[in-house]
C-alpha cells in the first residue's frame, strides 16, 4: 500500500528544494510554497505536475489544507453590525 505524505514531506524525502520543484514542474512559486504550507489546494493539472517531479502517483500527496479554513462574514467590528 501506498505511504501518503505531504508535499513538503515528500520534498525532503526526495531532496527536492521549493527552487528546484518550481522550476521543474513549471507551477508558480507563490503557488507551490503555498501547496507545500497546506494554504492552497492545486488544481489537478498542477497536481500531475508537482508529484512527476516527485516521482510519486498522485495518490501518495496528501493535497488538502493543513491549517483550519476561516470564513469571514461581513467586515468586522470595525464598521458595526455584521450579517
Known sequence: ????KTLSEWMA???IGLAELVETSGVEER???AIANGRYTPSP???QRLSAVLGVSV????WGHVTQVSH???HGPQFGRSP
Open 45 to 47: 493539472d498542477q497536481r
Open 31 to 33: 503557488v507551490v510554497e
Open 1 to 4: 500500500m501506498a505511504q501518503v
Open 13 to 15: 524525502v526526495r531532496g
Open 72 to 74: 469571514v462574514y461581513g
Open 59 to 62: 495518490e501518495e500527496i496528501a
